[in-house]
């Protein structure tokens, strides 16, 4: 523990290391630069696939895309599913397609992002009337 921290403190003092950076309120550090999120500007949530939603089943998707510098999404994939086969995947790719962003920034310009999306698709509980 001691070694790492040593050698933590020579790799920082020559360079090789970047100091912590401190970054204002709602960004953080990215690779040494402050940056922030994308930010949702528009979109809607994905429609519930019809079949899932007659039989009651509910799902997890998610989704890898990437955020261009003009907050457009580009190769949005399904990295998981669950379960497969009621159309969750697809719902939620072609919602996400449709969703704009503001771009993240990086060192005071929009930069294209990558990350993953949760969505999660449930149904409301029906209380029986009395």
Do not use: H
């Amino acid at each position: 523990m001691i070694r790492a921290a040593i050698l933590a403190s020579v790799l920082l003092a020559s360079g090789a290391l970047p100091a912590e950076v401190v970054c204002p309120e709602g960004s953080f550090d990215y690779q040494g630069r402050c940056a922030t999120y994308p930010v949702l500007k528009e979109g809607a949530e994905p429609a519930y696939p019809k079949k899932a939603k007659k039989a009651g089943i509910t799902g997890v998707v998610e989704v890898w895309v990437t955020v261009t510098t003009e907050g457009k999404i580009e190769n949005a994939k399904v990295l998981s599913e669950s379960p497969t086969g009621w159309g969750f995947g697809e719902a939620a790719v072609k919602a996400t397609r449709r969703r704009r962003y503001e771009p993240a920034i990086i060192d005071g310009s929009a930069r294209a992002v990558s990350f993953s999306l949760k969505t999660t698709f449930s149904q409301p509980i029906k209380i029986p009337s009395k």
